[in-house]
């Protein structure tokens, strides 16, 4: 057999390996990038539903501050608390109620959109690490079959063939 055979497949196995490395960090790189956006998924979650408390809180405190001006207007008029005094006191309270779910469940849908984000990043972390790994061994088995063609090469024409 040729000696330059013997270099060609030297070198293609090195370049195989070169390239399969290659691949095998590339998808550990996409998938740390992956786990990082997940994460930060995962805070953006948590930044929602704090923003959601702290508005709730400022919400409720608003209202007991209408209620208080409500009650100090009927107090000052003269009106008995009864009757439509009292049913726009209550009104106001039940509407209160409404507005704090409204903000509860926008802060929990809001949540829920970034960590449905983190698992999708996580997923794809998966698949990056996966096919990294994967393109590394096809390259690895695509690189011997190359050797080995240019090694049979090389024998068959040592031998004339």
Known sequence: MCNSNYVSAAFTQVAGAVTAYGQREAGRYNAAV????????DMSAQD????????????????RQLQGRQRAAIGSSGIERSGTALQALTDTAAIGELDLLTI???????????????????????LDRFSGRVGSFATILGTEAQVAQQVGAGITGSFGG
């Open 34 to 41: 992956a786990e990082t956006n997940a994460a930060l998924a």
């Open 48 to 63: 929602a539903l704090a923003r959601g408390t702290a508005e709730e809180s400022r919400y409720r405190m608003n209202i």
């Open 104 to 126: 509860r469940n926008n802060a929990a849908r809001e949540a829920f959109g970034y960590r449905t984000q983190g698992l999708n990043y996580r997923a794809q972390a998966r």
